[in-house]
């Protein structure tokens, strides 16, 4: 190893050594973010060292250090206010951010997977191609040089499935889950909407592998080409939301953004090359409309004489929560008359009139 290398490793040690003080005299201040922020800055410096070690004790001491500032800063996001009981390992609990408005960025790793996607074939196959091979395979690709795409955009109108197929996605994959839109990550006060937006995806980065699902993308980073959004206050969003993607390029992070309003995001994110795609998730055609009303049809009793392909042809124009809501009307009116007639539990089904009743009054 050169003489750099150990200046550059000395270097490492000094700033590992003052994130880690820092984050003490946050604490003992009652600074809990800051503090937090400081053991996610140690944690990294600690992660550089690790590289520099030959040794592989030496190594893992450094990464299992990093791997506690980690722990530590995730614990007291999680649990402002220091309740000494916080449980442990990021790798086994449900991890949480709390925005400074006291709000939940994240959820587990959602109890989905694509056997809960309908239709969608396009977007399953693109999870698959750009996402799920290179994550199994990761010889091939290398030696291709082609990794992981880590950053999409969905956009479409409401109710199509973008949140639900990013849940999937991630339950397929077995991450965790971060979510966050408009309502936790926007804020009047200045500066904050940064912070929050950096919180978030530290949260993500601490307790990878992780998807961080941003909704309402058009509201989070709007397009500073329009005048009412050239304020300093979304510029800085917007870097921040840059400075994040680049981040998370070495990580074993995905990010998904959605948007009913694809035009009004900012076009420096659009056009990022850290956002690999943009996928645009449509109203269901005719043969998504079939595996929908399939998908949520074959969990219920139903009567021999439905006829999908009415169903389909009845239901244009539909979106994926549209077909799922008349699915569910129709089993109640199915409920209604098994309770006003008495009917068995077995003899209980819906009927073609349950169905074409509730699309009649869509
Ligand atoms: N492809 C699908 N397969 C099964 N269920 C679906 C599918 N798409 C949507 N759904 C159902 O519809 C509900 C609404 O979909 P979702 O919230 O994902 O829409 P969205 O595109 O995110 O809408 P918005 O733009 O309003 O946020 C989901 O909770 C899910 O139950
Ligand atoms: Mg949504």
């Keep these: 190893m ?39 800055k140690a944690a990294e410096a600690s992660e550089s060292i690790a590289e520099y070690e030959q040794d592989e ?9 990093s791997r506690k500032m980690r722990r530590a800063a995730s614990d ?30 994240d959820k587990p790793v959602p109890g989905k997977s694509f056997e809960d996607l309908a239709g969608m074939t396009g977007l399953k196959d693109t999870f698959h191609r750009k996402i799920i091979q290179p994550l199994e395979h990761p010889e091939i ?36 889950f971060f979510t966050a839109g408009s309502a936790e990550l926007t804020s009047s006060l200045v500066g904050e909407t940064p912070e929050l937006i950096h919180q978030l995806f530290s949260e993500a980065i601490s307790a990878q592998p992780s998807l961080v699902f941003v909704d309402e993308l058009d509201d989070v980073v709007p397009d500073r080409g329009d005048a009412a959004n050239s304020s300093h206050g979304y510029v800085q969003s ?32 659009k056009g990022s090359h850290r956002v690999q795609e943009l996928i645009e998730v449509p109203l269901p055609d005719a043969e998504a409309r ?7 049809l074959n969990r219920r009793s139903i009567a021999s004489t439905v006829d999908l392909e009415r169903l389909v042809e009845a ?31 077995e003899e209980v089904e819906v009927t073609k009139t349950d169905l074409e009743k509730v699309l009649s009054c869509q």
């Design 141 to 176: 690709y290398k030696s291709l040089d082609i990794g992981v795409v880590n950053g999409f955009i969905l956009y479409g109108p409401p109710g199509t499935g973008k949140t639900h197929s990013a849940e999937c996605l991630a339950g397929e994959l077995g991450f965790n």
């Design 2 to 40: 050169s003489e750099f290398s150990n200046v550059g490793k000395e270097l490492l040690v000094d700033q590992y050594e003052e994130h880690k003080e820092a984050a003490q005299t946050h604490l003992e201040n009652g600074r809990e973010h800051e503090a937090a922020k400081s053991y996610l």
């Design 76 to 105: 007291l996001v999680e649990n402002p206010g220091g309740d000494e009981d916080v449980p442990g390992s990021v790798e086994t609990q449900t991890t949480g951010v709390q925005g400074s408005e006291g709000l939940e960025f």
């Design 290 to 296: 079939k595996e929908l009303f399939q998908h949520f």
């Design 238 to 269: 917007v870097n921040q939301f840059l400075k994040e993607l680049t981040r998370i390029q070495d990580e074993d992070v995905i990010f998904l953004g959605a948007t009913n309003r694809i035009g009004s995001v900012d076009e420096a994110v």
């Design 315 to 345: 239901s244009q124009g539909f979106s994926a929560a549209d077909i799922e809501t008349v699915c569910m009307e129709a089993a109640r009116h199915a409920a209604d008359r098994a309770l006003e007639q008495g009917i068995e539990v």
């Design 57 to 65: 004790v030496l190594q893992q001491k450094r990464l299992d250090l």
